[in-house]
């Protein structure tokens, strides 16, 4: 299994990505999702991601957020072993939100 360092991207990198209109998947549960979320992600949560498989995004790379980066790491080793070219944000939506970047809310991607 590839060890984490290889798994994850920094939230900077991450936000240069996300400005080039990068996929975004949020692993987290609806209701932090609707919280806050970053803009276009879209949410499929962890438990519902092999039920639901055929609404994952296409996306080469695909990156994956979740609160603080231990669930988006495990859907992304997930999503990986299902072929997918899957990396996960390292410190999450909360470590978005900590730099001050911007949110949206509610229960859609925009």
Known sequence: MPAADDLEIDLDAFADAHAQGATVLDVRNPDEYE????????LIPLG????????????DPLFVIC??????????????????AAVSVAGGTNGWLAAGRPVVTGPTPH
């Open 48 to 59: 519902e991601l092999a039920a639901r498989q055929e609404e994952i995004p296409a996306a």
């Open 67 to 84: 609160a603080a980066g231990g669930r988006s790491l495990q859907a992304t080793r997930a999503l990986l072993d299902a072929g997918y």
């Open 35 to 42: 919280a806050a979320h970053v803009a276009g992600a879209v």
